[in-house]
């Protein structure tokens, strides 16, 4: 199960990132520190109201004013698409869902606060605001809904009135029938009705971007921090512009963080791209924290019914799920599919013959919803978690048992979940079995008493997972041997702090013979690397690593070919070590510098590695925590984390990963609420109101790994980029449960658990 004992690279290798030294020392390369010759400065006018008829005054005075070079409204750029959605999903009825129109900028109405109304351009960004301050903007108020739980009540304001509902879509999965007969044959059903709290990405680097066009070739270039320069190039290419996507270059510098939602196009892209081209040069906007709260798609939001049918000795026989799913004002680029893609993850880990699940998609005057970390399969896993929990509790089943009673033996592996989901590998009740041991679980009556002894609540919660990540496909790689003897690799996948030159980088070293420093990675130029699929869904080392093998592998052949000619020997007799290639046992050796000025043409590998299904990766979180009745306060004391994700790359960067996940995890269990009044304004719109995880709310994580190698990945890798947000929010919440429930007779609370709320729920009970 353990991977094997690691070199100094290849696989395994716990290689330090290569990208950390530039970054911790300041010489990173952001979208903000491009500061191209003559750029203008560009400011957006936004919505003030989530829902309003909107009539736009005079705006002479504005353009007109100190500075300014440019003001777009809608009525300039009628040549423009829409905002695509580019994921819509299949009903009941076979139908696909309707897609009302999302402009680049608001015309007449506008439903969401923060939404885009003007764009304005000057030689500062000061310039810039104080024009728009000029902009007068006639707001006529409509009635708002932001309560997903009651869009669809009859007397709920429409989003869009032409519509008669707020109703956007409806799947359905699983068989209803099946499940309407284990249900009538249940001994016992157990039902929940839970939230998922809407929540902000607040990734470090806000997003910013740089409008350039070149009259002579006609070209256009966009720079921005992004998850994908292709996936962009097309859409703003295609879907807005109007243009052919060779028509169009997008850089990528370094990237403070994507986490899903640095994915998709925003309005300013196309914006500035427009601008660049009226004006004749550079155009840069940059977002601010506030901006980020109003503009950028937001993550999560679900209220969800579901119920587990179960035997008399708790086995499972049927789940129902009813999931309500916030789509914001419009359909985001991908939003009707995160909540679809977790509906597919429903039966988690356990063999649960018959399942029926609805989801509908609702409008709300608020800021759309689309990936944030997992993506749907987060929301998934922590409804199922959270209904596993209550269900042990009232079979009178400890957590694990219920769970082992229910898992998907290996044996059986490999599975079809109702939903068409292919488990190929796993362990699921041994790595349960380890968090288990490692948290001291049959210790915890002890800890429990003496936390009472000092007037706390200590509690214990469990969590298993399984997500589908790496999704079927290929990422093309290439490696190319320069004339100097130096190696770099041309990729489309995206780093956004992963550390993708560290993990690719030692693969091609462990090949090549050579030390990290001496192979470059190219990613983030749409002209320079001809295909890519980006960064997203735990994607780019399950499916990129295995063509940055092949193609180096490609490489090394070809190399060795010509340094047999030169050397006088067999190919299978030499080697590549120190920057060169050598006759095994003797001195005689030819330089990689020498072999490619020696090719009769430059000499490189592609590959892409094709992958026929998703990967599985799973695993158990157990947290423990102590609250502080009086207060409210939670404290985590302790977080056991056992994954298995196949096989280890690099367990330096597989730990950050992890870490990262859970603390997100954490930030949305104990303390991040968006939080919209009934008007629609976002009251919880900075850091002031917006409680983010610092370093002190944040335990020592214990974490390992059960691997066992997926035989769907062409290395055994199964992703590990979301997993940490998967078990994390559903482990933090059933330990919170069980300190309410143990203290103060509490049976349930939603995420946030923040200490007012928690007091607040101790309050209750106690009266």
Known sequence: MNDMAPGKFGIGAPVRRKEDVALVTGHGCYTDDIQPEG?????????????????????????????????????DITDLGLMPTKANVTQPDGTKAEVPPRPVLARDIVRHIGEPIAFVVADTIANAKSAAELIEVDYEPLDAIVDTAQALAPDAPLVWPERGSNLAFTVEMGDAEATRQAFEAAHHVTRIEIVNNRLVCNYMEPRGC????????????????????????????????????????????DVGGGFGTKNFVYPEYPLALVAAKRLGVPVKWVSERTEHFLADAHGRDNVTA??????????????????????????????????????????????????????????TNTIPTDAYRGAGRPEAAYVLERLVDRAAAEMDLAPAEIRRRNFIPPENLPYTTPTGRMYDTGDFAAHMDIALKTADWDGFEARAQAAAERGLYRGIGLATYIEACAFAGSEEATVELGQDGSLTLLIGTQSNGQGHATAYGQIIAEQFGVDLDAITMIQGDTDRVRRGGGTG??????????????????LVKKIKDLAADKLEAGVEDLELMDGAVRVVGTDRAVTLAEIAAAAPEPLSGREAVKQA?????????????????????????????????????????LAGQVHGGAVQAIGQALMEHTVFDEDGQLVTASFLDYQMPRAADIPDFRFQTHNVPSTTNALGIKGAGEAGTIGGCPAVMNAVNDALRRGAGVQHIDMPATPFRVWQAIAAARS
């Open 306 to 363: 579901a119920e587990v049918a179960m035997d008399e000795t708790g086995r499972f026989l049927g789940l129902r799920i009813d999931l309500v799913a916030a789509m914001g004002a419009y359909l985001h680029q991908y939003g009707p599919f995160i909540p679809n893609i977790g509906m597919t993850m429903s039966t988690g880990l356990y063999d649960i013959p018959a399942l029926h699940a609805k989801l509908k998609g609702v409008y």
């Open 39 to 75: 750029a203008l400065r560009c400011h957006v006018l936004r919505a003030s109201m989530a829902h309003a008829r909107i009539a736009l005054g005079d705006l002479s005075e504005a353009r007109a004013a100190p500075g300014v070079a440019l003001i777009l409204t809608a009525d």
């Open 537 to 554: 869904g735990s994607r780019s080392i399950p499916i990129g690593l295995p063509s940055v093998l092949e193609a180096s592998k490609s």
């Open 613 to 653: 299904e998703a990967t599985y990766p799973n695993g158990t979180h157990v947290c423990e925590v102590e609250i502080d009745p009086e207060t409210g306060d939670t404290r985590i004391v302790d977080y056991v984390i056992v994954d298995d994700f196949g096989v280890t790359v690099n367990p330096l960067l």
């Open 210 to 253: 740089i409008g350039e066009y070149d009259a002579a070739s006609g070209r256009y270039t966009l720079t921005a921090g992004t998850q994908g320069g292709h996936g962009m190039r097309g859409v703003i290419a295609g879907d807005i512009l109007g243009i052919d996507a060779a028509d169009l270059r997008v850089i990528t510098p």
